[in-house]
């Protein structure tokens, strides 16, 4: 399975996991790359992004965390106030009685919202995937997921059916809800979010193989743009044996269906 890297930043961060982390190291200011005058040659440097360009999907599931609990009661008054703006950018009075706390109520709402920039996968699997010898599939199916559009900010809503064929370990069922709770409760598209719930589910466990299906409705589709009521959006990631074996996928498939 190949790894794309992370894409390196002009202020020294990297996309992880579709989310900018600030963690790299800043060039030095002056210097000529080498940290060493000792050094006898300088490592390679990967590739800058193009400005514009999409960050790849950093495929690793331990190093996910971009904002903490401390972070929510810091950057609350600051939100609070850009809701503020916007009510009056739509020709609110934000001192009327109605919307006297809403800038404070929709900075809290979004924060949560988006929780799962607080939380890692690691953590959620810690004591819960164990040896077991069993190699049939393993299906849990309509799992609720609600996420945040990051184009339009507005909601996506839906289900995910995930399965796997164990090689000797198994993960406890309700992590497999939880891994979907922490990457949908953050700005996304639906395409990586089914990609990051696989690839999550194959870091930590190795399985032969990984399949996820989304089924979604998209509130930008729905109130705005093209208002088409009843559509939905499926995406789908298929790993290992899932992708290679036509019979496996189409058991997993059905399964779903049924």
């Excluded at 199916?141 to 839906?158: A, N, Q, R, Y």
């Excluded at 290992?240 to 399964?255: H, I, S």
Aim: glycine share 8%; charged share 25%.
């Amino acid at each position: 399975m190949e790894h794309s890297e992370p894409t390196e930043q002009a202020d020294g961060g990297s996309a992880l996991n579709g989310h900018f982390d600030r963690t790299g190291k800043r060039p030095v200011p002056g210097g000529s790359g080498c940290a060493s005058a000792a050094a006898s040659a300088c490592a390679p440097q990967p590739p800058r992004a193009e400005p514009g360009a999409p960050r790849p999907v950093m495929e690793s599931w331990r190093e996910e965390r971009t904002r903490s609990v401390e972070d929510n009661q810091t950057s609350l008054p600051s939100l609070a106030a850009a809701y503020t703006t916007i009510l009056r950018g739509l020709g609110e009075d934000p001192q009327r009685q109605g919307l006297l706390k809403t800038p404070w109520r929709a900075a809290t709402a979004m924060q949560f919202f988006t929780k799962g920039y607080q939380e890692k996968i690691i953590d959620v699997l810690n004591d819960a995937i164990f040896d077991e010898d069993h190699d049939e599939m393993v299906i849990v199916k309509d799992i609720d997921m609600f996420s945040m559009c990051e184009h339009h900010l507005v909601p996506i809503f839906g289900r995910v059916h995930i399965g796997y064929l164990p090689n000797k370990r198994v993960l406890g069922l309700s992590k497999l809800a939880r891994i979907v709770e922490i990457y949908s409760r953050r700005l996304q598209v639906q395409e990586r979010l089914t990609k990051q719930i696989a690839v999550a589910i194959t870091e930590a466990l190795k399985p032969t193989g990984v399949g996820v299906v989304i089924e979604a409705t998209h509130m930008c589709m729905v109130m705005r743009g093209v208002q088409k009521m009843n559509s939905k959006t499926v995406t789908s990631t298929m790993l290992g044996v899932f992708r290679e074996d036509p019979k496996t996928r189409d058991e997993f498939l059905a399964l779903i269906r049924s």
